[in-house]
């Protein structure tokens, strides 16, 4: 480290003018961070010819107490806690223009419970700050003493599965399609034949709300009756989710006060209304009974692009506080953007009771979630039944698989794309706890399974060539390192 | 037709040997397996009658076996699944249930519909089954 970053005594430090970040105290490499800090890191490129811990430390002083000059109104606080610390800015692998950075914060710069506070903190300023070319926040360690004020998952995946009386294999689920334009009537044909065929939920898209041509009460009756006829039909719980993302909050509780009365097991909202709605919503679900999907509409804006905006694995750690019971969390072999690995480690984040670092599924900290419920990652977007064998290799049990064009797309109709998705599923499921070597012989337990379901044979055939081989945009940078043995 | 409830409802009814496997791979991952009856099917009967208690110590599927074998003798016309417990921390509840013995005939279940206020309709789902008492609704 050079002298000239060397802390400066309190005159100088205070002395009116403006001083660099580095000098301010934003940077201390020798600080530890407590058990109670937050930790975030981010991915900076800084503007040609800036510092990267000058812009470390600056990204570290506007997510907390700075602003662009010297202010004397410092010393009336205990400054040095509220500041937050850049303590350590590492060259990211294979990108010599970007460097993580990892920035402390102290616990008492945010307010229990609440993912705005915590946000407008951390991504409330710096992502425009102008020395910076580009800023990504990769991820953050959450202490215990923070997360236990938030409530989590309102259901969790365990209590879902008690409730809908399922274990053992992935929930199979399915979108209606088209998502818009289907009359309330005609919507609930869909939703019935698919529950009925074998799938377990249906799904609203994210933007089925109220419009001209189904209005949100119609859809919930129609659903409902479709959700309580397959129910009869095959002896199991059924449920869609109804999506009850509107304008404003009195709406929302309105509509989800409506789908409790026709006893939904389950009720859905999207990402874009935010997450203080969430957080009201995942508070009602909590005191309703009721399982709360979450659609993350619009996530794609911030998530994609490697070096700005914010990684998925930070948005689903704020939704496993925010208390969501399912999140869309890719599928790797499906039509979005999801390398294995990255992929991963959403999954690992939605199901595990801590997270251990992880580089290579891009998991930077150790995260304890202290008895946080654990929340259902769907995988939606371009699968079909042909791929069973790929999807519980890469995504395992705990997981809703949903195929829309899957199920409504067969040959035969929709009873039969969902027939076709079961069997495939239980049959999957069956030879991998038998022993065998499922990810291998996947497509010859298929051929098995279809020689008594003629549905699960179709399917194979017309949707055989269908793959989305495309490279992802968003794959952790990491050294591989020699294990030790 | 047929109740699906349960992992493997979809698939062809399991011969023993098939359900050998599936009570072995649970007792691998240190699950203890347990049998339950019943002649309600209802989705939301949630506390099937147990065959003893769950097998916690036993090491081998066959018993697990011969004990459904046991209680088909008694219970050969009812409803029978394996249930498979998971106490892990974090868990502590099932995490493989399926069906290994059924009716000969599933006469399946009632809708009923009661209209109330505006056009809401309250569902309620009825075994056909449940019509008579416990004990004398299959053959």
């Known amino acids: 480290m050079p002298d000239g970053d060397k802390k400066l005594d309190a005159k100088a430090r205070y002395s009116a003018g403006v001083l660099e970040y580095k000098k301010m105290g934003y940077w201390e490499p020798d600080y530890l961070p407590k058990d109670t800090d937050v930790i975030a890191l981010f991915r900076i490129t800084p503007q040609d010819g800036v510092d990267p811990i000058e812009a470390a430390a600056a990204v570290a002083g506007e997510s907390s107490t700075a602003t662009w000059t010297v202010v004397w109104t410092d010393r009336l606080t205990a400054c040095e806690k509220y500041r937050a610390k850049a303590y350590r800015v590492d060259p990211t692998p294979n990108n010599p223009n970007e460097y993580f950075a990892y920035i402390a914060y102290e616990l008492d710069l945010f307010e229990p419970g609440s993912i705005a506070n915590l946000t407008a903190s951390i991504i409330g300023n710096v992502f425009g700050f102008k020395p910076l070319k580009a800023l990504r926040l990769e991820d953050m360690r959450l202490p215990v003493a923070y997360v236990k004020t938030f409530q989590g998952p309102a259901t969790g995946i365990v209590v879902e599965r008690e409730r809908l009386n399922c274990y053992g294999r992935p929930l199979l689920g399915a979108t209606v399609k088209p998502k818009l334009g289907l009359s309330g009537r005609n919507y609930g044909r869909v939703v019935y034949e698919a529950l009925k065929g074998g799938l377990d939920f249906t799904k609203d898209d994210e933007n089925i709300n109220s419009q001209p041509f189904m209005h949100w009460r119609d859809r919930f009756l129609y659903c409902m009756e479709a959700v309580n006829r397959a129910s009869a039909a095959t002896g199991e719980v059924k449920g869609t989710y109804l999506n009850v993302t509107a304008g404003t909050m009195e709406e929302m509780y309105k509509r989800a006060e409506f789908a409790k009365e026709l006893g939904s097991v389950i009720i859905m909202i999207d990402l874009v209304i935010g997450y203080t709605a969430i957080q009201s919503m995942a508070k009602w679900a909590r005191d309703n009974d009721m399982i709360l999907h979450l659609h993350r509409a619009g996530h794609g804006t911030y998530t994609r692009q490697k070096t700005h905006g914010v990684s998925f694995r930070v948005i689903a750690k704020w939704m496993r506080l925010a208390g969501v019971d399912h999140i869309h969390a890719g599928t790797v072999v499906g039509k979005l953007e999801g390398d294995p690995a990255t992929t991963k480690g959403y999954y690992d984040i939605c199901r595990e009771e801590q997270n251990s670092v992880s580089l290579e599924t891009g998991v930077f900290f150790d995260q304890d979630w202290a008895s946080l419920n654990k929340v259902m990652p769907v995988a939606s977007g371009g699968i079909h039944a042909g791929q069973m064998h790929q999807l519980i290799h890469y995504l395992g049990e705990d997981v809703v698989l949903q195929f829309g064009g899957g199920t409504i797309g067969h040959p035969q109709g929709i009873a039969a794309g969902a027939t076709a998705n079961r069997v495939a599923l239980e049959a999957m499921v069956y030879a991998r706890n038998a022993g065998r070597d499922y990810l291998a012989e996947g497509p010859t337990i298929l051929a098995e399974a279809a020689k008594t379901c003629t549905p699960l044979r179709e399917a194979l055939d017309i949707w055989k060539d269908v793959t989305f081989d495309y490279a992802s945009t968003d794959a952790p940078d990491f050294v591989p390192t020699t294990s030790v043995s | ?139």
Request: aromatic residues 16%.
């Open chain 2, 1 to 139: 037709m047929r109740v699906t409830q349960g992992t493997f409802s979809f698939l062809p009814d399991f011969t023993d040997q098939q359900i050998h496997e599936q009570v072995q791979y649970c007792i691998d991952n240190g699950w203890a397996v347990s049998i339950e009856y019943t002649d309600d099917p209802h989705p939301r009967n949630t506390y099937w009658e147990m065959w003893g208690h769950p097998m916690f110590d036993n090491p081998d599927a066959a018993a697990v076996v011969y004990e459904l074998n046991e209680c088909r003798k008694v219970y050969g016309s009812y409803y029978i699944r394996i249930i498979a417990f998971d106490s892990s921390p974090g868990w502590e509840s099932i995490r493989l249930s399926f069906i290994v013995n059924r009716p000969s005939e599933e006469p399946g279940f009632k809708l009923s519909r009661t209209e109330v206020k505006g056009r809401n309709i309250q569902y309620s789902i009825t075994p056909y089954s449940n019509d008579k008492p416990q004990g004398s609704r299959y053959k």
